[in-house]
Structure formats: structure tokens, C-alpha cells
């Protein structure tokens, strides 16, 4: 198994462009989600997934698009960019839907001009 | 809103000793988890917690859950530089996982 695998590793972008990092998982996982990690902020939830064609918001989403047309992709998207979401992003997914052991992908570098 | 707070933020082991971290949260939850990350890397579970009471143990790291007192421990025995990380807590609302602001370790000789 790949596991969780993000794409790309790593983006610039320049201010009002748009993109989508890709998310997929091989685990026939049922719950995916997106973070975002900015220094000394932890972790914080952008949107979440718990089957397919089933998503919602998580703390931050603003400026963010998420689909589930599948169970093993959940693509984000950023509609315009913005130095704000300078960031790493990570993709994490679970079996179920009870939360269980969360597996996170290697991670997006993405920074906004 | 979810808010989890770890203490400290910073920790300077050294090597040998026994150290914990703490992690408390504002509402109750019955599923706590423990991540660490390499600096660069993405994130590894460690435990997860999921009733009152709840303690696991893995190599030089026991969690451990307290959900009356919404209160999780990560303590570190004996501690070596391989355990220089940074460490989550999380804290699990409905589906939405809520997370620390992270304790960075660093084990010195």
C-alpha cells in the first residue's frame, strides 16, 4: 500500500491564482480530511470527509473548495490565492468513521506571492 | 469551540531523566490522541486514547487520559536523543479533530 500520498510536494503561486492539491489514499478509508500547519498553531482542520459524496467544514475553510467524488481522492482547492494561506498542508485519512488512527500524507509546501 | 491547550511549548530534556507533557481540553471528548513529527516531516501517530482511564505504553512513552478532568499526560522515562520531536495532542469533536499548538522536545546530553 501507498498509503496517504499528497501532491504536489511543493507550489509557489502568485496572488489571485488557483490550484488543487491532490489527496489520495488506497486504504479503502471511509473519513479524509484536510489541515493546514502554520508555525506555533498546531494543526488546524480546513475540511473533512466521511465517505464519498459527504463533506463539511472544519475550522478554517474560507477560501478552500473540497469534493468526494470517490473513496480514495479528495482533492482541495484553492479558489483564489492569498499570501494568508501560505502554509503546509496535509492530507490525513482514517478507516471509519469514528476517527481511529488518522494517517497523514507527506504534506504540501505551498507559498502564495 | 474546541480548545486544547499542551504545556510547555518548549522542553529541554536531559538525557536519563523523566519529563511529561500535558495536554488539556475545554470540552468533553472521549477520543485523544498523541502525534509526533520530525522537523520537515509529516505527522506519526502515537496513541489514541478512548475512555476514561485509558493508558498506553509504547517504548519510553506512556499517554495516559483523565476525560473528568479533560486532562492527557505524555509522560517520557528515561529520556534519549531519538525523542527530540514536536508533539500533538488532538482532541476529537463529532468528526472534527482539533489540535495543540504542539511541544517542541529537545534531549541534550
Known amino acids: 500500500n501507498a498509503g496517504v500520498t499528497q501532491t504536489p510536494k511543493f507550489q509557489v503561486l502568485k496572488t489571485g491564482q488557483s490550484m488543487t492539491l491532490q489527496c489520495a489514499q488506497d486504504m479503502n478509508h471511509e473519513y479524509m480530511s484536510w489541515y493546514r500547519q502554520d508555525p506555533g498553531m498546531g494543526l488546524r482542520l480546513i475540511h473533512y470527509s466521511v465517505g464519498a459524496g459527504i463533506t463539511d467544514q472544519g475550522e478554517v475553510p474560507n477560501g478552500y473548495n473540497v469534493s468526494r467524488s470517490t473513496t480514495e481522492d479528495f482533492p482541495l482547492r484553492l479558489l483564489s490565492a492569498a499570501p494568508s494561506q501560505t502554509s503546509v498542508y496535509f492530507c490525513?485519512?482514517?478507516?471509519?468513521?469514528?476517527?481511529?488512527?488518522?494517517?497523514f500524507g507527506p504534506g504540501t509546501r505551498l507559498l502564495v506571492l | 469551540e474546541l480548545k486544547v491547550e499542551q504545556n510547555p511549548l518548549f522542553l529541554s530534556m536531559q538525557e536519563g531523566k523523566n519529563y511529561t507533557i500535558y495536554c488539556n481540553y475545554s470540552t468533553t471528548s472521549d477520543r485523544l490522541y498523541w502525534y509526533r513529527q520530525d522537523p520537515g516531516k509529516s505527522l506519526e501517530s502515537l496513541f489514541v486514547l478512548l475512555s476514561n482511564g485509558a493508558v498506553k505504553q509504547e517504548g519510553r512513552l506512556m499517554a495516559s487520559l483523565d476525560t473528568k478532568a479533560r486532562l492527557s499526560t505524555l509522560h517520557i522515562t528515561a529520556a534519549v536523543h531519538d525523542l527530540s520531536a514536536t508533539y500533538f495532542c488532538a482532541v476529537a469533536n463529532d468528526y472534527k479533530l482539533s489540535f495543540g499548538a504542539g511541544t517542541t522536545v529537545t534531549v541534550r546530553a
Open positions: 490525513a485519512s482514517s478507516y471509519g468513521t469514528g476517527l481511529e488512527t488518522q494517517y
